[in-house]
């Protein structure tokens, strides 16, 4: 059964870096099959996709976001991060982190994020 | 980027049917996937790939859609049905990146 589970700290200070690691278990994010994904979603609001990274350490961000993010793999202990710098009461939130599936149909891939962590509380303030 | 639009809510009697929409220039080239929301917890898939159910979701749950609009129907309505429903697709920008749909709260009446 594949799990994920977020952690880092609960409460981050304006302007300093938001830290978060993802942990999988019951498959190896080296696995070429998935990408490993980071999604928020604010008190009361809808979800905000953060970015994913591939297998190959590479990542692709949400353009909002871009200038402030790093997301990076630790295959060893078999986890993921994110990095959102320069962090404002903007960026509270609860934070997921999900896998993306994927395959081919008809011609055409297709993504859905099938696994997700239960999500952590991230709050920025002073 | 692209955004997808949803209705904000809709209401149902209890074991009626019930149809939410996504609509958004990224579903003319991209699969829909639509995700439950409940409160207080993580979203989970329960359509992927424009109509196609995970193991374990509900065969009331079904998806549908044609250009730019995508429908997940619940037929058959049950009061744990109620929840939050989020519609999501890659981007059509170019890039591989994601976009939500802004949710539609559905209540079982």
């Known amino acids: 059964q594949v799990q994920l589970q977020e952690s880092g700290p609960g409460l981050v200070k304006p302007s300093q870096t938001l830290s978060l690691t993802c942990t999988v278990s019951?498959?190896?994010?080296?696995?070429?099959?998935?990408?490993w994904s980071w999604i928020r979603q604010p008190a009361g609001k809808g979800l905000e996709w953060i970015g994913l990274?591939?297998?190959?350490?590479?990542?692709n961000y949400n353009p909002s976001l871009k200038s402030r993010v790093t997301m990076s793999l630790d295959t060893s202990k078999n986890q993921f991060s994110l990095k959102m710098r320069s962090v404002t009461a903007a960026d509270t939130a609860v934070y997921y982190c999900?896998?993306?599936?994927?395959?081919?149909?008809?011609?055409?891939?297709?993504?859905?994020?099938?696994?997700w962590g239960k999500g952590t509380t991230v709050t920025v303030s002073s | 980027s692209s955004e997808l639009t949803q209705d904000p809510a809709v209401s149902v009697a209890l074991g009626q049917t019930v149809r939410i929409t996504c609509q958004g220039d990224?579903?003319?080239?991209?699969?829909v996937s639509w995700y439950q929301q409940k409160t207080g917890q993580a979203p989970v898939l329960v359509i992927y790939?424009?109509?196609n159910r995970p193991s374990g979701i509900p065969d009331r749950f079904s998806g549908s859609g044609a250009g730019d609009i995508a429908s997940l129907t619940i037929a058959g309505a049950q009061a744990e049905d109620e929840a939050d429903y989020y519609c999501?697709?890659?981007?059509?920008?170019?890039?591989?990146?994601?976009?939500f749909g802004s949710g539609t709260k559905v209540t079982v009446l």
């Open positions: 999900a896998r993306i599936n994927w395959n081919l149909i008809h011609y055409y891939y297709y993504y859905y994020m099938d696994v």
């Open positions: 019951g498959v190896s994010i080296s696995s070429g099959s998935y990408y």
């Open positions: 999501n697709s890659r981007d059509s920008s170019g890039n591989h990146s994601y976009v």
């Open positions: 990274i591939y297998t190959s350490g590479s990542a």
């Open positions: 990224s579903l003319r080239t991209h699969y």
């Open positions: 790939a424009k109509s």
